[in-house]
């Protein structure tokens, strides 16, 4: 959110804090780079087994036969493997994400709630569900009141729904989640009151890609997605088998050819679980390798050939855990450690389907027992002690208990700690708070020291760009310069270095790192946007209103663009289109009073005093809401 006023003289420093406060670019060198992928260097030798699959070697990922098979979607299965097909349909993945019509007879659209200074409806209007902020003085004044479509709903319903519109291929999130526990609605998870994102926070191919099967983005369009977006909206077989087209082809027309589809539990225990770990697996940081993209994985590869996934040096401390830190916990207990890697996801959870209510205590139970056996490895506490603690005998009531999610709220979550004696916390651990992270099971999922630094160097960047911090840039900076030399095609690190010139005040640098960045990939959001505040800030109105023209002609939905071209015209002498580009900018977020500010300015010199005069006295009351301390979620 943007307070208080900000001239168009603003310094360079200033306007990339908007920029940035705004979080337009946060992670573009990272995960939302809306960049298309350039070729990735030779990876080091590594190991990637797969009994179902040929063995991948590093210098022929890319071009490797499994990348080329095509999809099927998960109904051509179902002729097949009708049971199992008819079972997952009950499960969670298949219902991760749905075209928001198919929520609404479960999930109860009319519903309101306050936040602070403000009131949220979730209402369906004119055979569509419309999510609406409402923004109210002190005396009920409304401010604005401002409705927006959402068209699908992520998330099975356990936990909760959220909500995402597709304005034009690109995906938004909504501020108003609906969460299972208590069966209320509130604000998203992240959202707080009055200082979040409202209808703005971008939704890219990293998020969708742990939430939607198969997803399908415009030509030339980095993130932006085609119409329809989805191809198929849940998780569906082929995420965690393979594309089916070649093994249907195989069975029906009876190939003498290889098999391609996998069975994960004929993997090697790496592959296996980064079968699970593509979406359940993000660390503290989480960042794509040279060439790779969101989507690039495919069963038998290992997690650490797509990402580079750094975690903690240790188990996190007791207390609320992040909602997806299940894998960092699981393999720090003794259970994953001692087995030599038998032990995984699929040790205790069936993919295919997930234990009736009634029948969870037994089913885990079981589980446990498969391997703690009663008479030999059972529970130490005697029947009547373990009763006493859960009558019903449940393993994982004791061993796994379930706490509140650090970043969703209105959640709890297990504990895969697996943990003996569960008064024996973590909180007795030491703390590793502050301390670099290192690369996830290196072991396993190896990784190159020139990855390591690459994704170090760019996780700088981000942090530089948060805290404006020139250190922490620099830092960046010197990490990142043997991957962005003459003739990088690293796009990501080429955006990075561009920002880490911007927050160290080298404009020409920074223009130098985004023009290579944009003949990479002329489409590339980010790359566009870093553009325009250089030009601005260089004083070259005209090229800076082209590329700002040029980014809303890709995405119209960006507040800050609509008031950067605002700037711009006003400045180039054409006020009547400089007023609808405001206009524009306070459609999509009513709250950016820099805008406001120059709304009144422009109106004045229109001539439209009484418009004026009303948005002036707007204004000092938005400014009064959001200047006042909000209380927490």
Not at 299 to 310: A, F, K, M
Not at 405 to 420: F, K
Request: hydrophobic fraction near 30%.
């Amino acid at each position: 959110m943007t307070k208080g006023k900000h001239s168009v003289d603003d310094s360079a420093a200033n306007v990339a804090r908007v920029l940035l406060g705004c979080r337009v670019l946060l992670m573009c060198a990272v995960s939302l780079t809306g960049c298309t992928r350039t070729p990735p260097p030779p990876k080091p030798a590594a190991t990637n087994p797969a009994a179902t699959v040929p063995s991948v070697t590093p210098a022929a990922w890319p071009k490797d036969q499994r990348r080329s098979h095509q999809f099927t979607g998960s109904e051509s299965c179902r002729e097949c493997h009708r049971a199992i097909s008819e079972r997952y349909d009950r499960h969670p993945m298949a219902h991760s994400t749905r075209p928001v019509n198919e929520v609404t007879k479960n999930v109860v659209p009319e519903a309101m709630f306050t936040a602070g200074a403000w009131g949220y409806e979730s209402a369906v209007r004119e055979g569509r569900l419309h999510h609406r902020e409402v923004c109210r003085a002190a005396d009920g004044t409304t401010l604005y009141d401002q409705s927006v479509a959402v068209d699908y709903a992520i998330g099975s319903g356990q936990r909760g729904i959220s909500f995402i519109s597709d304005q034009g291929g690109a995906m938004y999130q909504s501020p108003l989640t609906w969460y299972a526990h208590g069966e209320r609605w509130d604000l998203s998870p992240g959202y707080h009151p009055g200082q979040h994102q409202r209808f703005e926070r971008r939704i890219g191919q990293g998020c969708l890609n742990c939430h939607v099967g198969r997803t399908e983005t415009k030509s030339g369009g980095g993130e932006l997605f085609a119409s329809p977006p989805f191809v198929e909206t849940g998780l569906g077989c082929e995420r965690c088998h393979g594309p089916g087209a070649e093994h249907i082809a195989k069975h029906r027309e009876q190939r003498p050819t290889p098999e391609t589809i996998v069975n994960p539990r004929r993997l090697s225990p790496a592959a296996r679980e980064s079968v699970c770990y593509q979406c359940h697996l993000h660390g503290r940081e989480r960042i794509l390798q040279p060439g790779r993209w969101e989507n690039d994985f495919r069963p038998g590869d290992l997690v650490s050939d797509i990402w580079l996934v750094l975690v903690d040096e240790r188990p996190p401390r007791q207390g609320p855990a992040r909602a997806v830190s299940q894998s960092e916990q699981i393999v720090a207990s003794r259970c994953a450690q001692a087995s030599q890697g038998a032990f995984g996801c699929i040790s205790c959870h069936d993919p295919h389907g997930i234990p009736a209510p009634e029948e969870r205590v037994d089913f885990y139970r079981q589980k446990c027992l498969d391997c703690h056996s009663e008479g030999t490895k059972g529970c130490a506490l005697p029947d009547s002690e373990r009763r006493a603690q859960s009558p019903l005998d449940s393993c994982i009531d004791c061993h796994m208990p379930r706490g509140l999610s650090a970043d969703v709220p209105h959640t709890a979550q297990t504990d895969h700690r697996l943990l003996r004696d569960p008064s024996r916390t973590a909180a007795q651990m030491p703390s590793h708070e502050g301390r670099r992270p290192v690369p996830f099971q290196p072991a396993q999922f190896p990784v190159s020291q020139t990855e390591i630094e690459r994704g170090w160097g760019l996780t700088l960047q981000r942090m530089a760009g948060q805290r404006w911090q020139p250190a922490l840039a620099q830092n960046s900076s010197g990490m990142l310069t043997p991957y962005s030399g003459n003739g990088s095609t690293d796009l990501a690190t080429l955006n990075a270095q561009s920002l880490n010139a911007l927050v160290m005040g080298n404009t020409e640098a920074a223009r130098d790192y985004a023009e290579r960045a944009r003949q990479l990939d002329p489409h590339c959001e980010p790359t566009l946007e870093v553009l325009s505040i250089i030009e601005e800030q260089l004083k070259h109105d005209d090229a800076a209103l082209q590329l700002a023209e040029s980014f809303l002609a890709l995405n119209p939905w960006s507040a800050t663009q609509h008031q950067r071209r605002a700037r711009l015209l006003q400045r180039l002498g054409r006020p009547r289109e400089a007023l609808a580009a405001a206009d524009a900018a306070l459609r999509i977020n009513p709250q950016l009073l820099a805008v406001r500010d120059q709304l009144i300015r422009l109106l004045y010199d229109l001539g439209e005093t009484e418009r004026a005069a009303k948005e002036t006295a707007l204004r000092d009351q938005l400014r009064m809401i959001t200047a006042e301390p909000q209380p927490a979620p």
